[in-house]
């Protein structure tokens, strides 16, 4: 009996010491929202199934997407949030189950500019900007001291001049006016070696890869 009651105080205890301690990690373009509400949701970025691998994830209302009829230049901030729970499921299954909390909100729509629409002949059609061709840039984010440091990609508060980019490690400044078209999370050999730095650190530091593609409007207001 006692040994019972001290191996399910035992299992207690671990369980509490895998959920403490979050990781954070956060991407930010330019400027203020365009909405203050925060869409959030729990995902697999394992390799099994791969739902949860892009952010907004698969299968989102339309109006979570940040590209809708209201919403049309994609996220202003994305953060991925972990644990050192679930760096222990990512190595127990291999990286089958990666799970992770993501939040986003939208970033603000930009001005429109060129003539009034009475300006238009009639019968003239809107210039339609090319599809987007931005690339996917990534770079890793580490966590130390249980959360309590962290390194963030933001944009800097005020853009450089000249739409120049500003020195440094790659953030989501190179989107420009533009928010983030999407943010990828996924599991990766890189990722879960640093799962395993997690736990073996007991969540001193927790590193995340993460990659984000920059919006570009597609109705003509750039």
């Keep these: 009996m006692m040994r019972s009651r001290f191996s399910a105080v035992a299992m207690a205890a671990s369980l509490a010491l895998l959920s403490t301690g979050c990781y954070h990690h956060r991407l930010l373009t330019y400027g203020q929202p365009g909405n203050l509400l925060l869409f959030h949701r729990t995902v697999n970025t394992g390799w099994v199934g791969h739902a949860g ?5 698969a299968g989102v209302p339309d109006a979570q997407s940040c590209n809708n009829q209201i ?6 901030m994305v953060t991925v949030t972990s644990n050192l729970g679930y760096a222990a499921i990512t190595v127990v299954t291999l990286g089958a189950v990666a799970p992770a909390r993501v939040q986003w909100n939208c970033a603000p729509n930009p001005s429109t500019e060129g003539p009034t629409p009475s300006a238009h002949r009639p019968g003239g059609s809107a210039i339609v900007t090319p599809p987007s061709t931005a690339t996917l840039t990534s770079r890793t984010l580490t966590s130390r001291f249980w959360g309590l440091l962290q390194s963030d990609a933001k944009a800097p508060s005020n853009p450089p001049p000249g739409g120049a980019s500003p020195p440094g490690p790659p953030t989501p400044a190179n989107c420009n006016d533009h928010g983030m078209r999407q943010a990828k999370i996924g599991i990766s050999l890189r990722n879960y070696i640093y799962s395993l730095a997690t736990v073996a650190t007991a969540g001193f530091v927790s590193p995340m890869t993460v990659g984000w593609q920059c919006e570009e409007v597609t109705n003509g207001s750039r």
Aim: proline letters at 18%.
């Design 71 to 76: 919403d049309r230049n994609g996220m202003h």
């Design 53 to 57: 691998t892009l952010v907004p994830p």
